[in-house]
Nanobody
């Protein structure tokens, strides 16, 4: 089972930017897809962004045009660049992976956007 460790969260003012990183414990080259999801207190987990092995991306409507997911297979790392942040983006952000055999999720990193 791959281990995923998120980093880069923090406190930022509305309109600011953050870049989250997700380091995998082994090569992600063959992984079918990598994901970022978020969960705010009292709300269900929401899939925010996905990038496939071929590099195709998909975003939730609430973040489209503001967030960008990317992957660096050489570094076994996935990124989420978040621009024009809003208070409603406040949540714990989780990195996930999908392979032919299993799915995995990290422990999350907190993002807080102040108004």
């Amino acid at each position: 089972q791959v281990q995923l460790v998120e980093s880069g969260g923090g406190l930022v003012q509305a309109g600011g930017s953050l870049r989250l990183s997700c380091a995998a414990s082994r090569s992600i080259f063959s992984f079918n897809a990598m994901h970022w999801a978020r969960q705010a207190p009292g709300k269900q987990r929401e899939l925010v962004a996905t990038i496939t092995k071929g590099g195709s991306t998909n975003y939730a409507g609430s973040v489209k045009g503001r967030f960008t997911i990317s992957r660096d297979n050489a570094k076994n790392t996935v990124y989420l660049q978040m621009n024009s942040l809003k208070p409603e983006d406040t949540a714990s952000y989780y990195c996930g992976s999908t392979t032919d055999l299993s799915n995995a999720w990290g422990q999350g990193t907190q993002v807080t956007v102040s108004s």
